[in-house]
């Protein structure tokens, strides 16, 4: 697999990088190293080529005129508005608050960007936040680009009450096109413990909230389901009925606590469209959040199923693990919307998108990891196309860097311990399966005493059995700054065999004799380390090209393991075969199934035929190369979307194909490999299983070329919440609890630290900082929470996962303040202790626990001082002049 990154490297990454930032820097530490960044330019591609230089355009503002905003109609019937909210929910994410003067120059990039409706605040939150916005208002949502008339929709949030709603319409009614999204929650679970309404007192909650709206002057009204992903059908078919009759010109549905899977978004929509009156006079519109992974896929399906609006927000950051993001959705519309998706397709100028990414990630202080899709240090590979010359020449320059990096390896410096995110103490705990309505509980735990199942080759346990090929040690290792000790591997190798993987890959035996040498090591070790209580043993895998070389040396090298299996790969696509292989097709087949031939004469029984690129190779061509190889001997087949170009739906009709033409594959286990390029490959991979596939290969952490691997903590996850009920019973035999062990012993040993907002082991993951979320999870963890901490090996109490700062509220003060032994019943004296923290925000991002001590002991001195009433100031929340004092606490 090493030839072919930069043949392999399909996007037009070049396109939306930029100049290193055109704005001051603020001097703020940048965990990672950036390769220095340049501008060029943009292209839509099939899924059979990467970008060709022909498709460049040049670099100069579009002066095409931008279509007239209609706030219920679109200029036509592909065009998908995006919908911005890096500066509303984005700014939500636990760390990231932003001071007013960045959040202006935040929105100025974003309408550099054309964004065509950026949601900037919740006026109603604070008087500064109200300023804020007002700000934005009056000045970004005034400047009309001249040349094309563009100017940004301003949006701002509001609950459904009219305080909220005013304060909405007195901040945003300076902007040329003003918004309002006015939200409520409509699942069970959050009506009954965050709302305490019935479901007639929400319906009549929404639509006066809009009749309100409409009354003060808005002919723009977003109506936004929160948890909508949780709800009945019916009663969103209702609720949204109620509010088209009442005014509102778009519909927004929420998959708030990011538990939907891709097929779901999809009927939904469908769903929606369908039954609810009036649906097809307004616009629909998706917001997904990122717990398992699958945000990106699910706007995309959100989209294929009709919805023309899509909620993102910048570097995908967001509450918990953040949000859908634009980046990932806008190259996904532009690299596949007009081949996969009916031509569907943005306005983003995404010449524009490392600029903003850059300026979000220092004024928020959310860094993203190395392997992050499009925006990511590691996913800049190459300046030309796909089809020229240079690309050849890269490709040989990468094989001579990678062997250096081969023999590199043992000089290198052991560890690199320091860690760029604060992460809290972890320990190992308990799992436990979750329907969709719950959250999980520590309550199910089983201990994991049951005996493995037998281990055949071809065959599995049960229909419904999942297994797990972890490559951390061989495609993750091959991520840029990736490379490891042999030390190193071998303690991840122990450490995997923990999280009880199937099967591990762990190198590429012939590459190097270090490698050799450390494959040996694993094999003769973790290998033939049998778990005496339930017969575990890990399955130890080697890769090989289809040469007798590699096969031997991958024999040599493995063939000490209680179970020892080979990885062959050969290249199926046109453009590999033709450039990187200079093969024909007869040819491959050839080398494949004598390849298999030898594997077996030589000993191996576990034997594993791989074709990369399969994504963007011919159907017919798979099934008769797959077929040879079943013949020839191969126990498990795998069709690897390396470059990864597909989109779920495509990958999922790919597997179901070649299940259904491929002669033999019945006998054999069907094993799926996904990249990550454009965001789906966690997607994709649960798509391959929905189709029939069995094993799925991925990484810890999601590292490997580019932008990495399918994550195997979100590919488990996913298939241990949704995969009892959404996937027919799959399942895997991971022991979850030892995810975040593994993760961080992954991210220290290859210095390849995760982002703060990343699914499942992202230090976010389980923390809230906005003040109704925090009031949810107060109430009941389930309306914000669908995996508990514990299930993936981190143990927390509540308090830990609620942390204060300036958009916190009064529940989570209240209920800190109860924790260190303050009862405030006295709403005064909350308000004015409430009222100086909201103030202490301003200079800290991070309230503690002794700030709040401080804050009750000072405040009858801070509220002499001030002759602060407590007051409400002009209908919003209270701010005190208390700052001088308690920033000397
Ligand atoms: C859609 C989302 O992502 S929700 C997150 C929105 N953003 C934020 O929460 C960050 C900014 N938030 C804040 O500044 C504060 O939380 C405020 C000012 C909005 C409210 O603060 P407080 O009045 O102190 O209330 P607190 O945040 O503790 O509790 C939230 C209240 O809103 C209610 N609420 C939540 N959603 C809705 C809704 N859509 N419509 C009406 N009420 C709602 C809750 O039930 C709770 O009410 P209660 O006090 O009667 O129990
Ligand atoms: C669906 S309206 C937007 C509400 C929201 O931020 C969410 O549901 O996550």
């Not at 240090?377 to 001579?400: D, R, T």
């Not at 061509?621 to 597909?646: H, M, P």
């Not at 090996?793 to 260190?820: M, N, P, Y």
Request: net charge negative; proline share 5%.
């Amino acid at each position: 697999m090493i030839s072919i990154s930069c043949i392999a490297s399909t996007m037009a990454v070049q396109s939306v990088v930029h100049l290193a930032s055109p704005f001051p820097s603020l001097g703020l530490t940048r965990p990672y190293k950036r390769p220095s960044l340049f501008t060029s330019c943009c292209s839509s591609l099939s899924n059979k080529a990467g970008t060709g230089a022909t498709d460049f355009k040049p670099m100069l503002p579009s002066v095409e005129r931008w279509p007239e905003y209609i706030p219920n109609k679109l200029p036509d019937k592909n065009y998908v508005r995006v919908f911005d909210t890096t500066l509303r929910d984005g700014e939500q994410s636990p760390g990231a608050a932003l001071t007013p003067p960045q959040k202006l120059e935040i929105a100025r990039q974003l309408s550099k960007l054309r964004v065509d409706i950026m949601e900037v605040g919740f006026p109603a939150s604070s008087e500064e936040e109200f300023e804020t916005v007002k700000t934005i208002a009056k000045t970004v949502g005034n400047e009309v680009d001249e040349e094309t008339g563009y100017v940004p929709v301003i949006c701002a949030l509001a609950r459904c009450n009219h305080r909220d709603i005013e304060a909405v319409w007195e901040a945003v009614k300076y902007a040329k096109r003003p918004t309002i999204l006015i939200f409520i929650s409509t699942s069970d679970i959050h009506m009954k413990y965050k709302l305490k309404k019935t479901k007639e007192e929400v319906i009549q909650m929404a639509v006066s909230s809009v009749r309100y709206a409409k009354s003060l002057g808005f002919n723009d009204i977003q109506f936004g389901c929160e948890d909508a992903g949780r709800s009945e059908k019916e009663f969103l078919c209702k609720i949204l009925g109620e509010t088209i009759k009442a005014g509102a010109t778009t519909l927004n549905l929420g998959d708030t606590v990011g538990i939907n899977m891709p097929q779901e978004t999809r009927e939904l929509v469908s769903y929606l469209k369908a039954n609810t009156p009036g649906i097809d006079d307004v616009v629909i519109s998706v917001h997904c959040h990122n717990d398992l992974g699958v945000a990106t896929a699910n706007a995309i399906a959100g989209i294929c199923a009709g919805a023309r609006q899509v909620d993102v927000t910048v570097n995908g950051i967001g509450e918990r693990s953040g949000n859908a993001a634009l980046e990932e959705v806008v190259m996904s519309l532009k690299r596949r919307g007009s081949h996969v998706m009916d031509g569907v397709y943005t306005r983003i100028d995404i010449r524009q998108i490392l600029a903003t990414s850059n300026m979000v990630q220092e004024y928020t202080g959310l860094y993203i990891q190395p392997h992050k899709p499009i925006v990511g240090a590691n996913c800049i590979i190459h300046e030309s196309g796909i089809h020229q010359i240079p690309y050849i020449k890269l490709s040989k320059l990468h094989m001579e860097s990678y062997h250096q990096k081969m023999s590199r390896l043992s000089s290198l410096p052991s560890l690199r311990l320091n860690r760029p995110y604060n992460k809290s103490s972890l320990s190992i705990s308990c799992c436990s399966p979750v329907s969709k309505m719950g959250g999980t509980s520590a309550g199910d735990l089983k201990p994991v005493l049951e005996r493995w199942p037998e281990y055949i080759p071809h065959k599995l346990p049960d229909k419904n059995y999942v297994r797990v090929f972890d490559t951390t040690l061989r495609d993750g290792e091959q991520a840029p700054g990736g490379a490891l000790t042999p030390p190193q591997k071998l303690e991840i190798a122990r450490q995997l065999a923990k999280l009880r993987v199937d099967i591990m890959e762990v190198g590429f035996p012939v590459s190097s004799e270090e490698e050799f040498e450390t494959v040996k090591t694993i094999a003769k070790t973790v290998g033939n380390e049998v778990d005496e209580a339930t017969g575990y043993v890990p399955v130890i895998c080697a890769i090989a090209r289809s040469k007798p070389e590699d096969i031997e040396a991958a024999w040599e090298a493995v063939k000490y393991a209680k179970r020892p299996k080979i990885l062959i790969f050969t290249s199926t696509s046109d453009i590999h075969m033709k450039y990187k292989l200079k093969k024909t097709k007869e040819e491959v087949i050839e080398m494949a199934a004598s390849s298999v031939k030898f594997a077996k004469s030589l000993g191996f029984v576990d034997v594993q035929l791989g074709c990369e690129d399969g994504g963007r190779s011919e159907k017919e061509f798979l099934c008769k190369i797959l077929g040879e190889s079943i013949k020839a001997g191969a126990t498990t087949v795998n069709v690897a979307d390396t470059v990864g170009i597909n989109m779920p739906e495509e990958y999922g009709e790919l597997v179901s194909y070649l299940k259904a033409n491929t002669p033999g594959i019945d006998d054999v286990i069907f094993s799926v490999h996904c990249h990550n390029d454009l965001g789906v490959a966690t997607a994709n991979t649960i798509a391959g299983v929905c189709a029939g596939a069995r094993q799925v290969e991925v990484t810890v952490n999601g590292i490997g070329e580019r932008s990495g691997n399918a994550p195997l903590e979100e590919v488990v996850m996913a298939l241990k919440c949704r995969g009892e009920y959404l996937m027919d019973g799959v399942y895997t035999r991971i022991d979850t609890r030892q995810i975040m062990a593994t993760s961080q012993m992954v991210q220290e040993y290859t210095g390849l630290f995760v982002q703060p907002h990343e699914p499942i082991v992202g230090a976010n993951c389980f923390v809230h900082e906005s003040g109704i979320h925090q009031d949810g999870i107060l109430k009941n963890r389930s309306t914000y929470e669908i995996l508990s901490p514990e299930d993936v090996g981190v143990v927390k109490s509540q308090g830990s996962s609620i942390v204060l700062g300036k958009l916190s509220g009064r529940h989570a003060v209240k209920d800190r303040l109860k924790e260190l032994g303050y009862e405030l019943d006295d709403e005064k004296i909350l308000n004015d202790i409430f009222s100086m923290f909201r103030d202490l925000t301003k200079q800290k991002k991070r309230i503690t626990v002794d700030d709040l001590k401080a804050l009750v002991t000072c405040r009858d001195e801070v509220t002499s001082l001030n002759g602060a009433t407590g007051e409400e100031t002009n209908g919003y929340v209270p701010i005190s002049q208390v700052s001088s004092v308690v920033s000397n606490l």
